[in-house]
């Protein structure tokens, strides 16, 4: 039996999902949670074999979700809701197959192809293979105010989000756009995130793009 957690603050959204999605005949049953937080919760005592969820949900919303997830599930299959569609999403993303998204309305019949791929593990949709840039995009994706925790070995540092916009970094001793820089080269980074930012100064130079791309460039600089 495959098991399918479906995660949604609206209960039609839950109803509609659980009843399209499950199919005895196939062995694939559905369990709801109404937030990240019941998600996380369940986990901790049900074995599920896939995750489709809302990215925006009160209490504990779908990016921290992912980010747990990223720690303490990295090989479950994710598929996002989102308020764009997978084309634009993927596209701005840049990281084809990373992420599975969907935008809400969506044909149930095109969810219900997508999971049977990525149980019959066709596609690459796991967890881990969300990188930091690509949940960072997100973040700018979804307009998302919050601040990240980063950690990478024995490196530490912040990054601040308001309304999707990069407006500040720190690390031990670097702060700005250095610090960013910094931030973003690191690999194999774990993810906390808060809702709140403390930061009220304007986005960082050049966007959250150019320095991602900026970031790359001094990674592989550093590597020859």
């Not at 209960?11 to 999605?21: G, W």
Request: glycine share 8%.
């Amino acid at each position: 039996m495959k098991k399918i957690l479906v995660v949604d603050d609206e209960p039609a959204v839950l109803f509609a999902l659980s009843e399209a999605l499950v199919d005895k005949r196939r062995g694939l049953h559905v369990v709801t949670a109404a937030n990240g937080r019941e998600a996380m919760e369940l986990l901790q005592t049900e074995k599920v074999h896939l995750v489709v969820s809302d990215l925006r949900m009160p209490d504990v919303d779908g990016f921290e979700l992912l980010a747990h997830l990223r720690r303490a599930h990295p090989s479950l299959p994710v598929i996002l809701m989102t308020a764009l569609g997978p084309d634009e999403t993927s596209a701005r993303l840049g990281v084809e197959g990373a992420l599975e998204c969907l935008s809400k309305p969506f044909d149930v019949e095109v969810l219900r192809r997508k999971i049977a791929d990525m149980l019959a593990q066709r596609i690459q949709g796991r967890v881990e293979n969300i990188s930091l840039a690509s949940f960072l995009q997100l973040l700018e994706i979804e307009r998302k105010t919050c601040t990240l925790g980063i950690a990478a070995g024995e490196r530490r540092g912040q990054l601040f989000f308001r309304s999707g916009k990069l407006v500040g970094a720190e690390t031990e001793d670097r702060t700005g756009e250095p610090a960013a820089l910094e931030i973003m080269a690191w690999e194999h980074a774990d993810i906390e995130i808060s809702d709140l930012c403390p930061v009220t100064a304007p986005p960082l130079a050049g966007g959250l793009t150019f320095l991602l791309m900026e970031a790359m460039r001094l990674r592989d600089e550093a590597g020859e």
